[in-house]
């Protein structure tokens, strides 16, 4: 089986900086992807790890550590427009790779 | 082109009719998705296509019919569907399974 954990809610105010966790338990474990979903529209690719470390994206960040089943979305110089779930998607091999959600972590960005 | 395209918009059936919703993409993406997400839900996947054969379904019940006729459409068929069933129907599409999946803008649907 699989689990994925998500802080339900989060609050910020714009220009912070907000960290999102993810902690997961799979078997095949094969990468881990954040989307940004905002309210009555489709998922946005934000970031992808498959190894060790910190992948950079001009405001976004994400880091994944295999060995602890742990990553975290880094969200800087926050703005208005930040405001929405923030989804963990983990990519799970058991002969095709398929792309299980946690339930997502909703961001409100205040001014 | 980096779209996924998904008709209709919005689509309100009753339990007894027959519907189709359609997803296209042109990136030359050969796996292909169905999901549903209902309101403050994550997406849950339904269907995974794999050059044009189908590789996963997840026990869903057999009123969704998927077909992919060719490697850029995928349709899903809805026949005799519940009230449950009402929901947001996500299409997305990637290289191959396991890459990034981009996403269509959603169907919504209701069943009255």
């Known amino acids: 089986g699989q689990n994925i954990d998500q802080p339900t809610e989060m609050t910020a105010t714009e220009g912070a900086i907000v960290q999102i966790n993810c902690t997961y338990q799979?078997?095949?474990?094969?990468?881990l992807f954040w989307y940004q979903q905002h309210a009555g529209e489709a998922p946005t690719f934000l970031s992808y790890n498959v190894l060790d470390g910190l992948e950079e994206k001009g405001r976004f960040s994400s880091f994944l550590s295999r060995s602890k089943g742990y990553s975290y979305l880094l969200l800087k110089e926050l703005q208005m427009k930040d405001s929405a779930s923030y989804l963990c998607a983990v990519v799970r091999n058991s002969g095709y790779s398929t792309l299980t959600f946690g339930k997502g972590t909703m961001l409100l960005v205040s001014p | 082109d980096t779209e996924v395209t998904q008709t209709p918009k919005h689509l309100v059936m009753g339990m007894t009719n027959k519907k189709s919703l359609k997803c296209e993409q042109h990136m030359g993406h050969r796996a292909m998705y169905w999901y549903k997400q209902k309101a403050k839900k994550p997406p849950e996947l339904m269907f995974v296509y794999s050059y044009e054969k189908l590789s996963i379904n997840e026990s869903v019940p057999s009123r969704f019919s998927p077909e992919c006729p060719n490697s850029s459409l995928l349709n899903l068929h809805l026949h005799a569907l519940q009230p449950e069933d009402s929901a947001l129907y996500l299409c997305a599409s990637s290289r191959q399974t396991g890459d990034e999946q981009y996403f269509g803008p959603g169907t919504r649907l209701t069943v009255t």
């Open positions: 799979t078997s095949g474990f094969n990468g």
